[in-house]
């Protein structure tokens, strides 16, 4: 696929652009460290290449519990491809399944109905309604490890 660049540099005033990106502050990620946040989005959807299925979860930091320094109103991000893994006996799609269920379970009470995987329509609908039901009314305190295999632990659950 071919980019015309031209066109996009026609688009903008270059000098006033550069200018802008002179000025802009240096883009650091957020460290490893402990967070109050809410849960902006829970889905089960295609990857970018829409070959595969994922679980992803979108947090924005409320607080900032255990870090270098603040990063209240940014987000964090955590994706687990659950369907078209490699099929080992340590790694498969069943195993990535129980890891997003075993995640999930830490934001449900004892009233909840459990999440339970039946097949991949239902298990999408399942999250979303528990991303619907409860999320709006509960805040989370996450250990957040952006090497970490599973980046955003759940410490505790607030309710708002």
């Given amino acids: 696929m071919s980019v015309d660049f031209d066109k996009f540099d026609q688009m903008v005033d270059n000098k006033e652009l550069k ?28 990857t970018k290449a829409g070959d595969k299925l994922m679980f992803a979860v979108q947090l924005k930091i409320k607080e900032t519990l255990d870090a270098p ?9 955590w994706n687990r491809v659950i369907c078209g893994n490699k099929t080992t006996e340590k790694w498969n799609d069943g195993v990535a399944i129980k890891g ?19 097949n991949y329509k239902k298990f999408a609908e399942d999250v979303l309604d528990i991303y619907q039901d409860i999320c709006p009314s509960i805040e989370v305190d ?9 980046p955003i632990t759940i410490k505790d659950v607030i309710d708002i």
Avoid at 21 to 41: F, M, N, Q, T, W
Avoid at 142 to 150: A, C, E, H, V
Wanted: glycine share 4%.
């Fill in 19 to 46: 200018a802008q990106v002179e000025a802009a502050p240096e883009y650091d990620d957020v460290p490893k460290g402990r967070y109050r946040c809410s849960i902006e989005k829970m889905e089960i959807k295609p």
């Fill in 69 to 77: 320094k603040n990063q209240n109103n940014r987000y964090v991000f």
């Fill in 100 to 118: 997003v269920i075993t995640w999930i379970e830490k934001i449900l009470t004892a009233d909840d109905e459990p999440i339970v995987f039946k």
């Fill in 142 to 150: 996450i250990d957040y490890d952006p090497d970490g295999f599973n």
